[in-house]
């Protein structure tokens, strides 16, 4: 069955950096955009960013633009976000999501990994 | 950026009652716009896809309709297994966004 399950969150100090990681399996995941979605703290669910299968199509959240580099590896089967210079604006429990088909919805998700800012 | 207003924040039905579920769109979004269920402790599950198609495996009393900026998803009668938190989503332009939710509980 198809899995995505985070790794790389954590406590991290204003200004400092986190790599998020997302396993995939039970799907070819190179057929699949895949993207990051957070949940804030007391807030709504925020699209952070969204690639394409082969890479050629990124996109990123305003707010995150400038600071945040999302990757995948198509042979290792895994997404990543590179988030840098984080404030408390970005603490969430960040989501690995699957696009669904060639819609831009989500089908699966990952159980979330949570992100600290604080000094 | 789209945003998405729904209404109402809850919803206080029995079973077997219809529920009637708002999305309004800031600026049109045509018909990409889809809704999702969210129960305690799960992820969210895809419902409806631009606008009025029901996703995989989804019972037949769910049902979307509208199209620009106002959007409803009914469920015709309510089981117990349907009280959550319905999300509406629109991927027409980046960024996708989400609306605030409606929880639908027990009356």
């Known amino acids: 069955q198809v899995q995505l399950v985070e790794s790389g969150g954590g406590l991290v100090k204003p200004g400092g950096s986190l790599r998020l990681s997302c396993a995939a399996s039970?799907?070819?995941?190179?057929?699949?955009?895949m993207g990051w979605i957070r949940r804030a703290p007391g807030e709504g669910l925020e699209w952070v960013s969204y690639?394409?299968?082969?890479?050629?199509?990124?996109y990123y959240a305003d707010s995150v633009k400038g600071r945040f580099t999302i990757s995948r590896d198509n042979a290792k089967n895994s997404l990543y976000l590179q988030m840098n210079s984080l404030g408390a604006e970005d603490m969430a429990v960040y989501f690995c999501?699957?696009?669904?088909?060639?819609?831009?919805?989500?089908?699966?998700w990952g159980q979330g990994t949570l992100v600290t800012v604080s000094s | 950026e789209i945003v998405l207003t729904q209404s109402p924040a809850t919803l206080s039905l029995s079973p077997g009652e219809r529920a009637t579920l708002s999305c309004r769109a800031s600026?049109?979004?045509?018909?990409?716009l889809g809704w999702y269920q969210q129960k305690p402790g799960q992820a969210p599950r895809l419902l409806i896809y631009?606008?009025?198609n029901r996703a995989t495996g989804i019972p037949a009393r769910f049902s979307g309709t509208g199209s620009g900026t106002d959007f409803t998803l009914t469920i015709s009668s309510l089981e117990p297994e349907d009280f959550a938190v319905y999300y509406c989503?629109?991927?027409?332009?980046?960024?996708?966004?989400f609306g605030p939710g409606t929880k639908v509980d027990i009356k």
């Open positions: 600026q049109s979004v045509s018909t990409y």
């Open positions: 989503q629109q991927r027409s332009s980046w960024p996708f966004t």
């Open positions: 631009d606008a009025s």
């Open positions: 999501v699957r696009g669904w088909g060639g819609y831009d919805y989500v089908d699966y």
């Open positions: 039970g799907f070819t995941f190179s057929d699949y955009y």
């Open positions: 690639i394409s299968r082969r890479s050629d199509t990124i």
